[in-house]
């Protein structure tokens, strides 16, 4: 099990960028996936993307070529950039481990597209 913080959200203008984080310790040495989902104020949480322990990543329909996942493990830490933002894309956002891990849901991080 491995604890999850999120961050990097924020508010920006339709069209522009940010990079959430997703620090889990114990992420790289215990080979973990890693989910991001999203939660729209008052709708249900979606998937957005996953990366697998060997860096492969796949992305829901309405991300492809928008967003891009990456991971520093040296840092324990996994960046979702966003780019081309949408006000659609306003949620809450959050990561949870997968593959051979399990976390809890993090704090999640704010994302606001105006």
């Known amino acids: 099990h491995v604890q999850l913080v999120e961050s990097g959200g924020g508010s920006g203008p339709a069209g522009g960028s940010l990079r959430l984080s997703c620090t889990a310790p114990g992420f790289t040495s215990k080979r973990c996936g890693m989910l991001w989902f999203r939660q729209p104020a008052g709708k249900q949480r979606e998937w957005v993307s996953s990366?697998?322990?060997?860096?492969?990543?796949v992305y829901a329909d309405s991300e492809k070529g928008r967003f891009t996942l990456s991971k520093d493990r040296a840092k324990d830490t996994v960046y979702l950039q966003m780019n081309s933002l949408k006000p659609e894309d306003t949620a809450m956002y959050f990561c949870?481990?997968?593959?051979?891990?399990?976390?809890?849901w993090g704090q999640g991080t704010q994302v606001t597209v105006s």
């Open positions: 990366i697998v322990a060997d860096g492969g990543t």
């Open positions: 949870k481990a997968g593959g051979t891990c399990s976390s809890s």
